[in-house]
């Protein structure tokens, strides 16, 4: 078993413009409201010890607010933060690496307790697709 780290390092980060457009080109989606998730295995990650990047999003057009929107995706990287181990752990033994987006869809900030919960359903989803 490894050691559970609840860090969230650079090099977890969605950041590469190539990769996100590939992602929304190529990359399979469901959604678990109040997200929409985008997903796709990948092969060209740097090597590294974390097998999914991630990036988060929330609308311009529904937050106008840029504090609105920052709140929301502090909230979603805190609740992945927490949870994420379980996903890395499968992904790990099967040595395989991820490419994930979600995209925050509600019209108002849902509050911490909700989006963990809704961050666990999307890592079971992601566990059991991939």
């Known amino acids: 078993m490894a050691i559970k780290t609840y860090s969230f390092?650079?090099?977890?980060?969605?950041?590469?413009?190539?990769l996100i457009e590939t992602l929304f080109r190529e990359g399979k989606a469901f959604s678990v409201f109040p997200y929409r998730i985008i997903y796709m295995p990948v092969t060209t990650l740097p090597v590294n010890k974390f097998p999914v990047q991630i990036g988060f999003s929330a609308s311009t057009r529904r937050f106008p607010h840029a504090t609105d929107r920052n709140r929301i995706k502090r909230l979603s990287r805190e609740a992945w933060r927490l949870q994420k181990q379980e996903l890395y752990d499968h992904l790990h033994a099967e040595s395989r690496q991820l490419a994930v987006f979600l995209i925050y869809t509600d019209k108002k900030i849902a509050d911490?307790?909700?989006?963990?919960?809704?961050?666990?359903?999307?890592?079971?989803?992601?566990?059991?697709?991939?």
């Open 9 to 18: 390092k650079k090099e977890e980060r969605l950041k590469s413009r190539k």
């Open 112 to 130: 911490f307790s909700t989006l963990q919960a809704k961050i666990s359903v999307i890592l079971k989803q992601l566990k059991n697709s991939y």
